[in-house]
Nanobody, 127 residues
């Protein structure tokens, strides 16, 4: 069992930056691919970014490429999402998710591939 807790959300002006954190409890954090998804009001939850267990493989949605960076620190059981050049359309609840891959270099983009989810953190970007 893995428990995920996101933090770092808030209100920021367009062009600003935020860093989200997701702390994981439980064993074998380094056996999980970690992902970030987001859900805007009235819309479905969509993939944002993912990082393999080793941190060497990443994947990003086209909408955030070049602006967002996912990283992880396995010694702290934490994954991060650095968000720069934020736009109003980035406004959403951001969710952290864990996909047990047994240390395969996989970076899945589908919700159904992820086994555990956090409760979400709100990010609001004002224009």
């Amino acid at each position: 069992q893995v428990r995920l807790v996101e933090s770092g959300g808030g209100l920021v002006q367009a062009g600003g930056s935020l860093r989200l954190s997701c702390a994981a409890s439980g064993r074998f954090f380094s056996s999980y691919t970690m992902g970030w998804f987001r859900q805007a009001p009235g819309k479905e939850r969509v993939f944002v970014a993912a990082i393999s267990w080793s941190g060497t493989t990443t994947n990003y949605a086209d909408s955030v490429k070049g602006r967002f960076t996912i990283s992880r620190d396995n010694s702290k059981n934490t994954v991060y999402l650095q968000m720069n050049s934020l736009k109003p359309e980035d406004t959403a609840v951001y969710y952290c998710a864990a996909d047990f891959t047994s240390r395969l270099e996989l970076v899945q983009t589908r919700e159904r591939d992820y086994d555990y989810w956090g409760q979400g953190t709100q990010v609001t970007v004002s224009s």
